[in-house]
């Protein structure tokens, strides 16, 4: 299944609150995203139905192990890519933004090399 940069927003936001409560619901992920209930409401329909995502009866979002590895993969990227343009100079806000936007396009094979040249530099850091 693939999941598009819209869904991958929504499952990051998703692991995300879950971290800081435990708990989410859909006004949740619609606060943090600043996104209207009725987008929210939708998005988390499609992503229930395509399984990355269960709804419990008192509405809280839980992912799926599918919807989690997703999720943990988006927020991974986010991580890297902040902090990798944090270090080049780029203010926090600006590389934030920046990394919410490569993170869903940059290759596997591109992140990797980005991961390894951050080993790297920690490394060289250390001596």
């Given at each position: 299944m693939s999941v598009h940069e819209s869904g991958e927003m929504y499952l990051e936001a998703?692991?995300?609150l879950g971290k800081?409560?435990?708990?989410?619901?859909?006004?949740?992920?619609?606060?943090?995203?600043?996104?209207?209930?009725p987008s929210v409401s939708r998005a988390v329909g499609i992503?229930?139905?395509?399984?990355?995502?269960?709804?419990?009866e008192d509405g809280g979002l839980?992912?799926?192990?599918?919807?989690?590895?997703?999720?943990?993969?988006?927020?991974?990227r986010h991580t890297?890519?902040?902090?990798?343009?944090?270090?080049l100079g780029?203010?926090?806000?600006?590389?934030?933004?920046?990394?919410c936007r490569i993170e869903h396009?940059?290759?596997?094979e591109s992140f990797r090399a980005i991961q390894l040249h951050q080993v790297q530099e920690e490394k060289n850091a250390g001596r």
């Open positions: 998703i692991l995300v800081r409560s435990g708990f989410v619901r859909s006004v949740d992920v619609s606060a943090y995203l600043g996104y209207s209930k992503l229930r139905k395509e399984g990355y995502l269960e709804v419990d839980t992912l799926t192990d599918t919807g989690r590895e997703i999720a943990e993969k988006i927020f991974e890297v890519l902040s902090q990798v343009l944090m270090r780029v203010s926090e806000e600006t590389a934030t933004a920046d990394a396009v940059i290759s596997d």
